[in-house]
């Protein structure tokens, strides 16, 4: 111990900082950064490469403006595409012949899911003037994508509380059954 004492107190305080800065940044990447991990999907689909390309939002998830579900393209859609485009990569080849040809559905595995008992309407939010970004990070610029905020009562709540009409949509019966 006599070595620590030889040290300046500000040095050994800064030394303090740091460390405290990086377990924070560790800790901020394991919880913060990625809320929940990509769940294991049953083919890949790199958001990333599509939005890149130009492909829209809602293209793809069309009904995001007009109802509740944002909606997920059905395997027509990708074969649109893909019969012709990238049509020699192995997960297209995957996509083709598991799913297209036999006309069996992509078993997508959910990544945001809320409870039963909440209620949830995209076209609301989305025509309200809220982009997908705001509640899903930047989906166009994932590989595959993962949850990036918990979605629980209090998040909904602190945006609800910044709204004009604060009073209604704090109330109970809007949200739950
Ligand atoms: C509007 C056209 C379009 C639609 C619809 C579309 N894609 Fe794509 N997809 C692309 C383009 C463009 C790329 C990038 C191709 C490249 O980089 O060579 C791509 C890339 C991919 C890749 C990466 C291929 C590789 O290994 O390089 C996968 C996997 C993929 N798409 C799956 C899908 C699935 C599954 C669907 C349906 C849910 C779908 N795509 C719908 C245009 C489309
Ligand atoms: C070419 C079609 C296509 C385009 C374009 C596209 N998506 Fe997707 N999206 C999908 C498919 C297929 C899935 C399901 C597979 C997955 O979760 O990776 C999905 C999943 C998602 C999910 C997760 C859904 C869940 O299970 O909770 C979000 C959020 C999402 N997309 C947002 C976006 C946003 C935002 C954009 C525009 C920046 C976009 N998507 C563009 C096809 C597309
Ligand atoms: C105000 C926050 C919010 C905004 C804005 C938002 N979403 Fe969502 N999204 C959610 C929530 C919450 C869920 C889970 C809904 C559920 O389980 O009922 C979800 C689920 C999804 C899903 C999977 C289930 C479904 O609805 O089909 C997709 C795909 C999706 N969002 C895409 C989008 C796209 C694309 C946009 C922009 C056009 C967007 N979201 C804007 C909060 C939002
Ligand atoms: C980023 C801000 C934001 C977030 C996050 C958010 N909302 Fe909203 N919500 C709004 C706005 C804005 C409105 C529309 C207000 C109006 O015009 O009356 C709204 C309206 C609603 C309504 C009333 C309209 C309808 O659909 O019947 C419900 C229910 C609702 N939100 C549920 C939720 C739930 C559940 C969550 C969390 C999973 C959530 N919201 C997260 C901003 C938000
Ligand atoms: C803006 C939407 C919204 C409003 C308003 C709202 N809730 Fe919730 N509530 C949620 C969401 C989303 C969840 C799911 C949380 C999760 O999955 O972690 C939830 C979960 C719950 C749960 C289950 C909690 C748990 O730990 O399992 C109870 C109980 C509850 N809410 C009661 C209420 C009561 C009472 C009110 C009125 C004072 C209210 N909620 C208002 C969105 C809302």
């Known amino acids: 111990m006599q070595f620590m004492r030889n040290i300046p107190f500000a040095l050994r305080l800064a030394g303090v900082v740091v460390v405290a800065l990086v377990l924070t940044g560790v800790l901020y990447f394991f919880w913060g950064a990625h809320a929940q991990a990509a769940p294991p999907q049953p083919l890949p689909f790199p958001h990333k490469l599509m939005v890149g ?3 829209q939002c809602l293209f793809c998830h069309s009904t995001a403006t007009t109802g509740p579900a944002a909606g997920i393209p059905s395997v027509e859609k990708c074969a649109g595409c ?3 485009i990238a049509a020699n990569k192995p997960a297209i080849q995957t996509l083709l012949t598991k799913y297209w040809q036999p006309k069996q559905p992509i078993p997508w595995v959910r990544v945001n899911q809320l409870p039963r008992y909440v209620r949830f309407a995209h076209n609301v939010h989305v025509n309200s003037g ?8 930047n989906v166009g610029q994932m ?5 990036v905020v918990r979605m629980n009562m209090g998040w909904c709540l602190s ?4 709204q ?3 009073r209604q949509l704090q109330d109970c019966s809007i949200c739950h059954y």
Do not use: K
Request: aromatic share 4%.
């Open 53 to 55: 390309a130009g492909v």
């Open 82 to 84: 893909h019969q012709v």
């Open 130 to 137: 809220i982009n997908c970004e705001r509640c899903h990070g």
């Open 143 to 147: 590989n595959e994508d993962y949850q």
């Open 159 to 162: 945006c609800h509380d910044q």
């Open 164 to 166: 004009p009409n604060i």
